[in-house]
């Protein structure tokens, strides 16, 4: 008796989300000045904009990759590595900075064991710098997404921090 081999497509995640960000971007094609949105809806798919995505971009707006990669790199807004479920922000404007800020920077990287730019291993946090939040009679302040925690205190930055682990066991994220 002859064996029947049955193949199935496997279309992974991965595929479905490459395959969207080609939709995105070809619907911009020929469209002067539409890069930086068109990216900010592929970052919205994908979460990042790692060289993959990038050289999709450009094939599809037809533009070259360096103008693509430019803009993704020179805008604070756009990662091209992978970030956390949630930012935390620590300012480091003046008022935040005289008053503590680098401190509460040193707290934080050895909390979260990362550095300023990085996502924590367990991809809960990614770890920025801002210049201002606003929040200067607050100072010093940090914010985790869009959470300002004012007057903020190195011997509170663990019980901060797992709050929002909790947050997130609670929510079912985590």
């Known amino acids: 008796m002859e064996e029947v081999k049955q193949t199935t497509d496997i279309v992974s995640t991965e595929d479905i989300l490459l395959q969207r960000i080609r939709q995105v971007a070809a619907n911009y094609k020929g469209k002067d000045g539409s890069l930086i949105q068109v990216l900010h809806m592929v970052q919205g798919v994908y979460g990042y904009l ?4 990038q050289e999709i971009v450009s094939i599809e707006l037809g533009i070259p990759l360096a103008e693509v990669s430019g803009v993704a790199s020179f805008y604070s807004f756009f990662s091209t590595q992978p970030r956390g479920r ?14 503590g800020g680098v401190t509460i920077v040193d707290i934080l990287e050895k909390n ?21 939040i606003g929040s200067c009679g607050l100072a010093p302040a940090i914010s985790i997404d869009t959470v300002v925690y004012p007057h ?15 947050k997130d066991e609670e929510e079912g994220v985590f």
Do not use: N
């Not at 550095?115 to 210049?131: H, L, P, S």
């Not at 190195?154 to 901060?160: A, C, L």
């Open 50 to 53: 790692p060289l993959e995505v």
């Open 86 to 99: 949630h930012t935390i922000r620590i300012c480091l404007g003046t008022a935040c900075y005289v008053r």
């Open 112 to 132: 979260l064991g990362v550095g300023i730019g990085q996502t924590t291993k367990d991809g809960m946090f990614t770890f920025e710098v801002a210049r201002c």
């Open 152 to 166: 903020v205190k190195p011997d509170e930055i663990p019980g901060i921090l797992q709050s929002w682990y909790k």
